[in-house]
């Protein structure tokens, strides 16, 4: 658990730590040099921009100098920072206008067959759904749409706990929108994030044992 630890820092410290942050959270966004080889700092002002606000920028970054200065007992540059901000942040969902995904399930329209479907719970099955490359970056994306007739598929409730995995132990489920969650492997990516295919085993004891 990496819960926060607060202790009292020399004046010096404080001053540098306050500079680190500034410098930080003034990055902007370089359209114009973003590519496959780009820059950390070009990185980092796309997921400034499309993961974070100021205020919570500054959260994290707080949460990231503390943590660092205890595990290592000293402050870090400001490319270790760079680096240590765009990974946390890689772990935050982009805003959903980002992926332009539907919020509404009579405006989600693809084809759900059995080839398609991860399983079946109590509420509803679940599917493959796979981004268009407009949608995305990566050469194939594959989220999961929660087929669900009655209530919210993915509520309230759900996105707090996320954030709290977050905050504790810095792995987040990503839920991008009440009916879609990130879903499969991808490189650097948590293993415990992995959604995979269950197996054709009888229906009825997969409902018992899995409530989506």
Known sequence: MNEKIYFELPNNDKSIIKD???SIISIRRQINKENNNELPEVKLGRRLEQRSTMKLSEEILDHLITRYQIDNNKLPNKEELINMMIKFLGSIQKTPDNYNLKNNDKEI?????RENRIGTGFYGKVYFYKLKSSQTKKESKTLAYKDQREGIPYTI???ITSAILLALYEFQPKYYNQYFMEIGNY???SKERAFNRVPEIDEKLVKKNIKW
């Not at 329209?109 to 067959?113: D, P």
Request: positive net charge; proline residues 7%.
């Open 109 to 113: 329209i693809f084809k759900k067959t």
């Open 187 to 189: 490189p650097g990516k």
């Open 157 to 159: 409730d759900i996105h």
């Open 20 to 22: 680190l942050i500034k």
